[in-house]
C-alpha cells in the first residue's frame, strides 16, 4: 500500500458559529424576567395601596359610625350627626375611588377586562 504524502499549503480552518438564536433567547429571558418584575412591583403596590389607604378609612367609618350611634342619646345632636355622616359618606367615596384605581390597575395588566 502506497502512502500519499501532503505537503502543508499553509491551510486556514475557520469555526462560523450563528450565535442569533442565542442572543435572541437571551433577550427573551432578559424581556420576561423584566416583566415579571414589573407584575411583582405591581402587586406590591397594590397591596400597599390597599393596606396604607384602606386601613385609616375603613377605621374613620367605624369610630365615626360609633359616635353617631353615642351621640343619639343624647340632646340636640342632628347637626353633629349630620357632619359625621358627610365625613362616612366621603370616606366611602374615596374608598370606592380606591377600587377602581385598584381595578384600572388590575385591567392595565391584563389580570381581567371588563365584558360590555
Known amino acids: 500500500m502506497r502512502q500519499k504524502t501532503h505537503k502543508d499549503r499553509g491551510s486556514i ?25 414589573t407584575l411583582q412591583q405591581a402587586q406590591s403596590y397594590r397591596a400597599t395601596l390597599n393596606h396604607e389607604m384602606r386601613a385609616p378609612i375603613n377605621s ?9 350611634k353615642d351621640l343619639k342619646g343624647a340632646g340636640d345632636t342632628r347637626s353633629a350627626r349630620r357632619q359625621i355622616k358627610l365625613v362616612i359618606t366621603q370616606l366611602v367615596f374615596v374608598e370606592s375611588f380606591i377600587e377602581d384605581m385598584l381595578s384600572l390597575n388590575l385591567q392595565s395588566e391584563g389580570v381581567f377586562s371588563l365584558v360590555a
Open 60 to 68: 374613620s367609618q367605624v369610630v365615626l359610625k360609633q359616635i353617631v
Open 13 to 37: 480552518v475557520i469555526f462560523v458559529n450563528d450565535v442569533t438564536k442565542k442572543i435572541r433567547d437571551k433577550l427573551l429571558h432578559i424581556a420576561q424576567q423584566e416583566t415579571s418584575q
